[in-house]
T-cell receptor
Framework: DGGITQSPKYLFRKEGQNVTLSCEQN?????MYWYRQDPGQGLRLIYY???????QKGDIAEGYSVSREKKESFPLTVTSAQKNPTAFYLC?????????????FGEGSWLTVV | AQSVSQHNHHVILSEAASLELGCNYSYGGTVNLFWYVQYPGQHLQLLLKYFSGDPLVKGIKGFEAEFIKSKFSFNLRKPSVQWSDTAEYFCAFSDSSYKLIFGSGTRLLVRP
């Protein structure tokens, strides 16, 4: 079945360590996104990518990095520079703008800094 | 900067009451608008979307939303809510690029 796979589902990190969250999609979507969801703040856009080898900062990109070397993959690295990394992270992908820009979400990854 | 505002953070209704959740966006160009729902313990689901045409959009589970361009609004409505509508509702919009911006969400509690 087509979909978005995020891993790991739960991750614990020590302060000062970088951690990478994986996101893979087999929907053949051009665009991919990373959001962070915190209670009372909704979904905030970290990074998005419209095409392979290109990505744009969202509203809260500081302390995060991404890459888009393959169409189906968009990993997110939470660096030690991110001051408050404990959160629920959602990856998403979407169809091209002309066909409706419907976005599909992965199941999310819980990151806890201990 | 582009943004989406949901002014009601928490709404409490009794079953059978009517619902209207406000959503305003700030962007001067062509927009695509969405409402998503997140039920307790579940993932985001698309309720409805607007791209063009009839500004009154009907979605799943009896929800509808009206795009009023002059007010930059896309309010969500349901004539009669049920206990099962208890969830968090997110408004979102995208511009001519792929950038998709979400509001902060409205938590709806429907009392039986």
């Amino acid at each position: 079945d087509g979909g978005i796979t995020q891993s790991p589902k739960y991750l614990f990190r020590k302060e000062g360590q970088n951690v990478t969250l994986s996101c893979e999609q087999n929907l053949n979507h051009d665009a991919m996104y990373w959001y962070r969801q915190d209670p009372g703040q909704g979904l905030r856009l970290i990074y998005y990518s419209q095409i392979v080898n290109d990505f744009q900062k969202g509203d809260i990109a500081e302390g995060y990095s991404v890459s888009r070397e393959k169409k189906e993959s968009f990993p997110l690295t939470v660096t030690s520079a991110q001051k408050n990394p404990t959160a629920f992270y959602l990856c998403a992908s979407s169809t091209p703008q002309g066909t409706g820009n419907t976005i599909y979400f992965g199941e999310g990854s819980w990151l806890t800094v201990v | 900067a582009q943004s989406v505002s949901q002014h009601n953070h928490h709404v409490i209704l009794s079953e059978a009451a009517s619902l209207e959740l406000g959503c305003n966006y700030s962007y001067g160009g062509t927009v695509n608008l969405f409402w998503y729902v997140q039920y307790p313990g579940q993932h985001l689901q698309l309720l409805l979307k607007y791209f063009s045409g009839d500004p009154l959009v009907k979605g799943i589970k009896g929800f509808e939303a009206e795009f009023i361009k002059s007010k930059f609004s896309f309010n969500l409505r349901k004539p009669s809510v049920q206990w099962s509508d208890t969830a968090e509702y997110f408004c979102a919009f995208s511009d001519s690029s792929y950038k998709l911006i979400f509001g902060s969400g409205t938590r709806l509690l429907v009392r039986p």
